[in-house]
């Protein structure tokens, strides 16, 4: 376009532009300090009603009383004083949606801050909406693949699932949901995680890892750091399931991680105590349960005729000494459609990830597994739990009979096989063939401590020469013949 | 219960209508006993500010606040006047930030003819 096109294109806005008398609706700021303000006036302001400060700073409407309205401010509060000018913005509060937002980094307003340059969307979604009802929803039943043994084997995950990762700090919650985030690359899922309250210099080194295995082409990371206010930790899960939601819509799968949970319910509260509504156990307001509830309850699988889009969510809670009986992992635990138990004991011991596979649960992602994976996933789960039983009491009995001795070398076997790098997702094909050469004793005569690297070479051998059963079995073909194939194959290896 | 600022002026002012001036005397000394009861004598200056506002819009006064550019002339503020209402207070300002038009404040609205406005909003539909 050259110049004087530019110029009379912008002559013609300006003559058709109307000028109007705008209406304002305004109150009085009577207190503000510690991320909230307390106004008089703005007599019919909505409830989650964005407000304008002077100079541009925003606000959220969460206490509609008698007299005042109390807000929380999404910026710089030290900025505003008592006695300013608050504008109503008869808007709720909207993030930007769409592929632009895919790869970026952003902050709970959905603003860059990853120095990309602005993201520029055409649409904006509200950060609160209903989640979809019975009658859009259907039963979850194709698996989200995390690429982790013992998560796709024991404690699978459906799509539109809400599968509750849990432990203590230093346990590696967030390593599963990013190497979960990571195996996602060509199976059609977009990601986005969201980090909540915690530390930058955490935050730039999972985005750093998530580019250095090309995950963020489909992957939003939506930060509310620990140094910004609580209001940005409390709404930026919101966000990130709005922005999920955009694609849910247009039929396509998501994968959601809130990481995690505990800080929102710590933001929230701080929140609710500034603006002087009632505590309740352990401080926490009443309407808690119903922070999360309604949060997760947008995860969904919708059906064809709206769509067939799905949400998978994985909130992470952190616990404080193994204390699952706290308020708020209860909660969360009794909304969830399972969780994955993380112990410390198991994480020093060596076996990583640390999940406690006696007491994780995943209520309906059963009936998702493929089935080759429910084939021999199943007799496993029975393994390692007749081993846990014998573990205890083999300790003190040096006499053991044969049946005894070979469950629990079978077990050691398993637990070995089930641990994994961090990093390093497997595809499920491959996870099927080293659970079945182990499950069927081919592994049996290698010490305990080899088996990672012998489950190695006995892929590269499968891959090597039997690619077209991998293949098979990736498309979830399981008969008489794939099984005599396979153990065909360990046989083979095995000379 | 706790009873606000607002209560009370809204009491005082039913209590204080159409009295002479010996029972007022009687009605405020008891009313200023009830405050000091409830321990809102800090409060008193909020309670007559509510006082206020409840008795003009009684008596039907309008108070405006009205924002310009550069000062007025009376004609155009006995215009601004007539088309509020009877009786009207105007309280003037100046603010150069307007550039020019006016804004005028009743109550919690703001009207807003300013030619700042205007720019932005223009400068607002051009950037979409």
Redesign the interface.
């Known amino acids: 376009m050259s110049t004087n096109q530019v110029i009379e294109e ?1 002559k013609k ?2 003559s058709a ?1 109307q ?9 009085t700021v009577i207190e503000v300090g510690d991320g909230i303000a307390r106004m008089s ?3 019919s302001c909505q409830s989650q009603e964005m407000l304008e400060f002077p100079g541009g700073i925003m606000g959220v409407a969460l206490n509609l009383e ?2 005042t309205v109390g807000a929380m401010i999404l910026g710089e509060y030290e900025k505003i004083k008592e006695g300013d ?1 608050v ?1 109503r913005t008869g808007r709720i509060l909207s993030v930007p949606v769409g592929e632009k937002v895919i790869g970026r980094v952003v902050n709970a307003l959905g603003q860059a801050i990853d120095g990309k340059g602005d993201i520029v969307t055409k649409e904006f979604y509200p950060i609160e909406k209903t989640a979809p009802g019975v009658m859009s929803r259907q039963p979850v039943g194709v698996p989200v693949q995390t690429g982790i043994k013992a998560i796709d084997a024991m404690i699978p995950i459906g799509r539109g699932q809400r599968e509750l990762i849990i432990g203590d700090r230093q346990t590696g919650k967030t390593a599963i949901a990013i190497d979960a985030i990571i195996n996602q690359k060509g199976q059609n899922m977009k990601c986005i995680y969201v980090a909540i309250g915690q530390k930058e210099s955490k935050v730039a080194r999972i985005v750093a890892k998530l580019e250095e295995n090309g995950a963020m082409e489909y992957t939003t990371v939506v930060v509310a750091g620990a140094s910004d206010p609580a209001a940005m930790s409390f709404i930026a899960p919101y966000a990130g399931v709005t922005m999920a939601e955009y694609f849910a819509d247009k039929g396509e799968d998501v994968l959601i991680v809130y990481d995690d949970l505990t800080k929102q319910a710590w933001a929230y509260r701080e929140i609710s105590l500034l603006l002087r509504r009632p505590p309740g156990r352990e401080a926490y307001p009443g309407d808690v349960f119903y922070l999360h509830s309604r949060l997760l309850e947008r995860a969904c699988n919708l059906n064809k005729e709206h769509g067939g889009g799905s949400i998978t969510a994985l909130p992470i809670i952190e616990t404080q000494a193994s204390d699952v009986t706290a308020y708020i992992p209860t909660n969360v635990i009794s909304i969830t459609d399972g969780q994955i138990f993380l112990e410390t004991d198991l994480f020093f011991k060596g076996i990583r990830p640390a999940v406690n596979v006696g007491i994780s649960v995943s209520r309906v992602g059963g009936a998702a597994q493929t089935k080759p994976m429910k084939k021999v996933s199943g007799k496993i789960k029975l393994a390692l739990a007749q081993y846990r039983e014998l573990e205890a009491f083999a300790q003190f009995a040096s006499d053991l009979d044969v049946e005894t001795k070979k469950q629990l070398d079978r077990g050691a076997r398993v637990v070995e096989l089930m641990k994994q790098p961090q990093y390093s997702p497997m595809h499920v094909e491959d996870q099927v063939a080293s659970i079945f050469a182990v499950d069927n004793g081919y592994f049996d005569d290698v010490v305990v401590t080899d088996i990672l690297k012998t489950e190695e070479k006995f892929l590269d051998f499968v891959r090597g020469s039997h690619q077209s059963l991998l293949e098979k079995i990736s498309k979830g073909e399981w008969d008489d013949s794939i099984i005599a194939d396979l153990k065909g194959v360990c046989e083979e290896f095995k000379k | 219960m706790k009873i606000s600022n607002k209560q009370f002026a809204e009491a005082l002012y039913e209590l204080t209508i159409g009295l002479n001036a010996s029972d007022l005397d009687i009605v405020l000394k008891n009313f200023v006993g009830l405050l000091a009861k409830k321990h809102k004598i800090k409060q008193t200056n909020n309670i007559i500010a509510e006082f206020e506002t409840i008795l003009k819009k009684k008596q039907g006064i309008v108070e405006l606040e009205v924002t310009s550019a550069r000062d007025l002339d009376s004609e155009i503020i006995k215009k601004i006047k007539e088309s509020f209402g009877k009786e009207v207070f105007v309280q003037e300002k100046i603010d150069k930030n307007l550039i020019g038009g006016i804004r005028v404040k009743i109550e919690d609205k703001i009207l807003d003819a300013s030619v700042k406005t205007q720019l932005t909003n223009l400068k607002k539909s051009l950037t979409i």
Not at chain 1, 19 to 27: A, F, H, N, W, Y
């Open positions: 912008l806005h300006i532009f000028k109007t008398v705008e209406v304002e609706e305004v109150g006036g703005l007599t008698e007299e000018t504008k």
